[in-house]
């Protein structure tokens, strides 16, 4: 590593990023905002109709261009054949690399701030994508950040943009502001009530998509979600913005009048799953993945109603580490990570197991009293 980028990989991946190892905003529903803008050089073949030379070009300028960038200035910058397989993954996970950019290789690349609240993506589906990140339900904010760096970079860079259809893209469809939001949802109330399905049917009349963030057979693996504008080439940005407020708001009001009358309604229908979360995550020597991003989420939505105690001595960093915890028991995290008080021959649903009760115990059931026998 060389240049202005001095941030190892290898810090980058010991926690995730601030504004997405929190509990968002105070009713845990939105948990971050992320604000995208896609642009293609002026006289460079798309990426995927570039050869190898022309990628390298175009990957060449366009570092060149962010090692002038302060944001950057001690960040993280990698090309993709530097990392390894569980380092895109995780990096993926965490919204700080897309499935495709993970799967290239020679003449593509990333750059990280260091405090990852942006990110550039080099070669990806275009040639250069700029990325804002902000906890919680800051759209303004996170889609200004990404703004402010596209303009210190078109003063180094010339983008590919028509009159009529704004600026160009890969495909045809996309053309236009070539801008995006995406803001990442924790919706067990809905998805409960089975509202989900209705929910996302009603988004696409609005141009938003609604999808699980991790997908599994059953829904969405510990009920996040991610909403994304799905704008056509004449939309503004500032409409764009406008619209995913007014949805996302609506969608949080609904989230938390769900999980209120459920609690006031079906009481014991909620309680039993956090309380057999918590016994679970407790005395389970093996957890799957899927089985503990679900425990999680019946844990963080308890937590949330005042369904579970902790000893006082260890309630607050028990409650903090929630949220990053979701984000720290996959397999590629796990991998990166092994604990040294275990052998090298333990699993990883061994390893997730360990790491889930050395941050949570000990938890206290629903009406127990410490001074109990």
């Not at 009529?164 to 949802?185: T, V």
């Amino acid at each position: 590593m060389n240049g202005p980028f001095t941030m190892r990989l290898s810090t980058i991946l010991k926690k995730p990023p601030a504004w997405l190892a929190d509990f968002g905003d105070s009713e845990d529903v939105v948990i971050a905002s992320i604000a995208e803008y896609k642009r293609n050089l002026e006289e460079a073949p798309f990426p995927g109709w570039a050869d190898e030379k022309q990628r390298q070009d175009v990957f060449l300028k366009i570092r060149g261009a962010v090692e002038k960038l302060a944001c950057f200035r001690k960040g993280h910058f990698a090309e993709m054949p530097s990392c390894t397989l569980d380092a895109r993954r995780l990096l993926t996970e965490w919204q700080m690399l897309t499935p495709t950019l993970a799967a290239r290789q020679e003449g593509c690349g990333f750059a990280l701030s260091r405090d990852r609240g942006a990110a550039v993506f080099i070669n990806d589906e275009e040639h250069l994508a700029v990325r804002a990140y902000e906890h919680g339900m800051q759209i303004d904010k996170a889609a200004g950040n990404a703004h402010r760096i596209l303009e210190e970079l078109s003063g180094s860079l010339s983008f590919a943009r028509d009159e009529r259809l704004g600026y160009l893209m890969s495909s045809p469809a996309c053309a236009g502001a070539g801008f995006r939001l995406s803001i990442l949802l924790h919706l067990p109330g809905l998805t409960i009530a089975d509202m989900i399905a209705p929910v996302m049917n009603s988004a696409e009349s609005l141009s938003i998509s609604i999808r699980p963030v991790y997908r599994e057979e059953n829904g969405a693996a510990g009920h996040l979600y991610e909403v994304s504008s799905v704008s056509p080439f004449d939309e503004k940005e500032s409409e764009i913005t406008d619209r995913m407020a007014r949805v996302v708001s609506t969608l949080a009001e609904r989230e938390l009048s769900v999980r209120c009358k459920f609690v006031e309604s079906h009481f014991y229908d909620i309680l039993d799953p956090v309380e057999r979360s918590v016994g679970t995550l407790h005395y389970a020597v093996r957890l799957g993945w899927r089985e503990t991003m679900t425990a999680l989420s019946f844990i963080r939505m308890g937590t949330f109603f005042d369904m579970i105690n902790w000893s006082a001595g260890n309630r607050k960093q028990a409650v903090l580490s929630l949220p990053a915890l979701s984000h720290t028991i996959s397999s590629s995290f796990l991998n990166l990570h092994r604990d040294p008080n275990l052998q090298e021959t333990d699993n990883v649903d061994v390893l997730r197991s360990f790491r889930v009760r050395k941050l949570l115990y000990p938890a206290i059931p629903f009406g127990v009293t410490l001074d109990e026998p």
